[in-house]
């Protein structure tokens, strides 16, 4: 994803897209993450999932970045 993020396995799906494992390639690693992946098709109806963020922006603890 973006060059950065090496994509896993599929970790489990919802509504708004699919979580897959991560590993971070960058030359400062954050190590492992999951990383939800918008389906396609919902594209044009993204403002949920723009809601999605901004909550999950705001969430705070030791083992989220």
């Known amino acids: 994803v973006g060059g ?3 994509l896993g396995q599929e970790l489990g ?4 897209g699919q979580v897959f494992a991560a590993e971070d ?3 400062v690693s954050l190590g492992q ?3 939800k992946v918008m389906r396609v098709h919902l594209a044009p ?3 949920g999932f723009h809601e999605e963020i ?3 922006v705001a969430l705070r ?3 989220l970045v």
């Open 45 to 47: 109806e993204r403002a």
């Open 4 to 6: 950065r993020w090496l």
């Open 25 to 27: 390639q960058s030359a």
């Open 54 to 56: 901004r909550k999950v």
């Open 61 to 63: 603890h030791q083992n």
């Open 33 to 35: 993450a999951a990383i």
């Open 13 to 16: 799906h919802g509504a708004f």
